[in-house]
């Protein structure tokens, strides 16, 4: 009886561990795509109805979200989501850019076959994603791309800082989808440095490797840049 209630235990666990999870990544979603404000106050009774969970996962999620920066304490209120400053996303650009560049010519050095091949998958399905301007779809796939070359470097806390640096990026992302331009041409072009990256890696060219991954990162920066100013133009026009 007592192992029956021990793998009972455990087996509740899991399960809670999968609902938080599950809470984390809908509300990621929901912040990329600009479905809360920044500077929004988080309420946890109306959010924990809505989305049909008890308070303690959502809690557990909320904090999680908070570490990765996504959300910030704030006093008696709770939670409020996380805004940017424009000088704070463009020094995180640098720093993807330091981050991703040494990656990439540590993975065209060190890649597995295997890890090549996953690799390729993931350009190939990012493709499928920009011809259905699929803008979701590719995010998931960018972070995809970004976190199997950082396995392919054989250093699990560049693959760590990889991944914490494009969750705080999803900050803003909201500016990007917000910007009136257009979103297939920039999804193409940003597909298209991908498959250059990957090129290089697969040629193990570790030099080219890092110039792509530089032009890669430069770029986002700059349509970055084009998509706040837009959203300036847009918010004086108003």
Known sequence: MGEDARISSG????????????????????????????GQVIRQAALA??????????RMALSILTSQGLLQRNGSRG????GYSYRG????????????CHVCRLAAERITDQRLAELGRIVEESERFVEAGDWP??????????????????????EQFLETIGIQARVFQPTLLASTG????RLTVAAR??????????????????????????????????????????????
């Open 11 to 38: 087996e509740l666990w899991i399960e809670q561990r999968q609902l938080v999870d599950q809470v984390v990544e809908k509300l990621r979603d929901a912040i990329t795509r600009g479905h809360f404000e920044p």
């Open 89 to 100: 996303a463009l020094d995180l650009y640098k720093l993807r850019e330091l981050v991703l």
């Open 137 to 158: 779809g590719w995010l998931g796939s960018n972070e995809m791309f970004g976190g199997c070359i950082a396995r392919a470097s054989g250093v699990p806390l560049l």
């Open 49 to 58: 109805d809505r989305m049909g969970v008890s308070r303690t996962p959502l």
């Open 182 to 185: 257009d979103t297939q041409a």
């Open 79 to 82: 939670y409020v989501v996380a």
């Open 193 to 238: 440095e991908h498959r250059a990256i990957y090129d290089a890696i697969r040629a193990r060219d570790p030099k080219a490797a890092e110039r792509a991954a530089r032009t890669h990162v430069v770029n986002s920066r700059k349509r970055f840049e084009a998509a706040h100013r837009m959203s300036d133009r847009d918010e004086v026009a108003r």
